[in-house]
């Protein structure tokens, strides 16, 4: 992703001068209890650590690999400000790391002890229902599935973008818009760049374009279906003289929600294509639908099923038929061992994830969750003469998560993956051990230090 990065000092400066400019005021009316308090600001923050072990994630290991183990951290600080419901304002710096990738003496402007700003915006009311959101921010759309914050991920998503969002009666409207360059990988980073307009994806957000419109249509106090339209321009130039031409892609999706004390369920349907000469036609699609029931305060049960349109491995095909969910958070829905729609590719052969999902609470401040996963491909693989079976295998994934006090909760997970040859071929694994593992475990810390109207 494209952050923008200061040194530990700037940082530490830049978060000395905020406070003093938000509470000198503070300080100066302080006893004025007569006068209106419009303004309030609060500065919290985030410690998140989290160690791993990987003899199986993302990819089956083979006979003779190694596992991989790691710990990382994200620290976040959040600024936020607002006036009299007119104005908002959020600055999130955040620094993620590897333990011991950075020296025990670190120097100046050393890349281990710099910041990146996560979400840096501010939101303008227009009016009572409309208001609009410019700067990078976060784009979070339904259950996830299209667009997520992906927090899972110690960096976080967040997208450059303007915003118009409306809201009256539960009825919902919003908007996104981005247009993306890369001026630090084919202009040497210089802003005053006179000519040229190609855009690279090389240390970048993954597209030029972005426009996106979402709805929410309440039907009653349980019922909602929301609606969603997006276009996505890609271009990717190797260099200036390059003659690359941007494609564009168009996603369209419904959306079925069901909530009650006891049921919660949804429908979900996503169609994709493009029309562009520069690609082969895209024709792809995404069918889903989840029920969970509350037994009571301690168990709840889910079933569900998602179907991923993909194409026919070892054949040729006129139109892609290899669904993509650009922006989702699928580290939620197709197992947590990453093998699915999260940066790791299995040939654009689709998928079709057959789910259950069981959660007991212990007690107020414990709670365990297990999922199993049966994963099958929709499509034929071929490989030569060799075709191989469709079912891709089975993950089992445990998880707990216990409360400690107010700021501070942990959780952890342990998850296997039970291979089957076609999960190898596709994964480019043909020696993949029969049983992948994955364990982690993980402290989570969001202290308040300062809040204040004035």
Do not use: C
């Not at 530490?12 to 209890?33: R, S």
């Not at 229902?129 to 992906?150: H, K, P, Y």
């Amino acid at each position: 992703m494209n952050y923008k990065h200061f040194s530990i000092s700037k940082i530490t400066e830049f978060l000395f001068v905020a406070l003093v400019v938000v509470l000198f005021p503070a300080i100066h009316l302080h006893g004025q209890d007569t006068m209106p308090k419009l303004n309030t600001f609060s500065l919290s923050g985030q410690f998140h650590v989290r160690g791993e072990f990987r003899d199986g994630a993302f990819r089956p290991l083979e006979s003779g690999e190694k596992p991989a183990g790691l710990i990382s951290d994200r620290i976040r600080f959040t600024l936020d400000y607002s006036y009299n419901n007119k104005l908002e304002l959020k600055i999130t710096p955040q620094s993620v790391g590897v333990w011991g990738q950075s020296p025990l003496v670190q120097g100046a402007e050393n890349s281990g002890s710099q910041f990146s700003l996560f979400e840096t915006w501010v939101k303008l009311s227009l009016n009572s229902n409309w208001n609009t959101q410019i700067g990078r921010q976060v784009i979070s759309l339904d259950d996830e599935r299209m667009f997520g914050a992906l927090d899972w991920a110690q960096g976080g998503r967040a997208h450059d973008a303007i915003a118009f969002n409306f809201a009256k009666n539960k009825y919902e409207f919003r908007a996104f818009a981005s247009y993306n360059q890369n001026y630090k990988a084919l202009y040497g980073n210089n802003l005053s760049n006179p000519a040229g307009n190609l855009y690279s994806t090389q240390d970048a957000t993954p597209y030029k374009w972005m426009q996106t419109i979402w709805t929410k249509l309440p039907i009653n106090e349980h019922n909602k279906v929301t609606l969603l339209v997006s276009n996505l321009g890609f271009q990717n130039a190797a260099s200036k003289s390059d003659s690359t031409k941007t494609y564009f892609q168009q996603t369209m999706g419904a959306n079925y929600f069901y909530n009650n004390s006891k049921v919660n369920a949804n429908i979900s349907a996503y169609y994709q294509v493009n029309d562009n000469s520069i690609v082969t036609a895209t024709s792809a699609y995404l069918l889903a639908g989840y029920i969970g029931y509350t037994v009571n305060n301690q168990w709840y049960l889910g079933l569900g099923a998602d179907y991923v349109s993909g194409n026919k491995i070892g054949q040729t095909q006129t139109k892609n038929q290899s669904f993509n969910p650009y922006f989702g958070t699928n580290h939620k829905f197709y197992g947590a061992m990453d093998y699915y729609f999260a940066g790791n590719g299995h040939r654009g052969a689709g998928l079709s994830d057959n789910y259950l999902k069981i959660a007991y609470k212990m007690k107020p401040e414990l709670g365990f969750s297990l999922a199993i996963h049966q994963f099958f491909s929709p499509n034929t693989i071929v490989n030569n003469t060799t075709e191989y079976n469709t079912n891709l295998g089975q993950e089992f994934d445990l998880g707990f998560s216990y409360k400690i006090n107010k700021f501070a909760s942990m959780t952890g997970g342990y998850s296997a993956y039970a291979t089957t040859p076609s999960i190898n071929y596709l994964k480019n694994t043909p020696n993949g051990n029969d049983l992948q593992h994955w364990a982690w475990l993980s402290l989570n810390i969001t202290p308040t230090f300062f809040e204040t109207k004035y």
